[in-house]
């Protein structure tokens, strides 16, 4: 069963540019976005944030923080969940809405989340990218996940199908 489901905002160019294969190179797309990325030793419990800092920010005047200790399929996927804020929610930040001059997980709204998930199963596995590997017989979700960098729990939910 697949429900095709898809961030309710289209995949901006910049974006698409690095959709060309799997596994989509999420930290070449962050730099192109002006993002620069850190590795950061932090509480278990935080994935990642995106930070508005002139200073440690790349042009774009961002930083974004994942947790070094995860796996490197999770980080994958919070680099793209902080993309995704950052081309959807950084008003949050710039409107001064959002403290301390990031966008942490605890303080969103659950809808500003799922957004953010959405968009980012959109940056790492595209719909055409899913539908070619699947064409070439990769077509179990594990593998499906390996292609893609991500974890199986992400791709079962990107192909709608039970976690």
């Keep these: 069963m697949n429900l095709r489901v898809t961030s309710m905002r289209p995949v901006p160019a910049e ?9 989509v190179p999420v930290v070449a797309l962050a730099r192109r976005l002006g993002l620069k990325v850190y590795d950061e030793d932090t509480n278990a419990a935080i994935s990642g944030r995106l930070t508005r800092d002139p200073a440690a920010g790349g042009p774009s005047g961002y930083a974004v923080y994942v947790n070094v200790a995860h796996h490197r399929h999770r980080k994958r996927f919070t680099l793209a969940h902080e993309i995704a804020h950052f081309l959807l929610h950084r008003h949050l930040l710039d409107a001064g809405i959002v403290e301390d001059d990031a966008l942490y997980r605890s303080h969103l709204s659950t809808a500003v989340e799922a957004e953010a998930n959405r968009f980012a199963a959109e940056i790492l596995m595209p719909w055409h990218l899913i539908d070619r590997a ?10 499906l996940a390996r292609l893609f960098q991500v974890s199986e729990t992400a791709m079962r939910i990107r192909l709608g199908l039970p976690t």
Excluded: L, M, S, Y
Aim: glycine share 10%; hydrophobic share 35%; charged share 25%.
């Design 15 to 23: 974006v698409r540019e690095f959709q060309g294969e799997a596994p």
């Design 134 to 143: 699947i064409e070439q017989g990769i077509t179990a979700p594990a593998d």
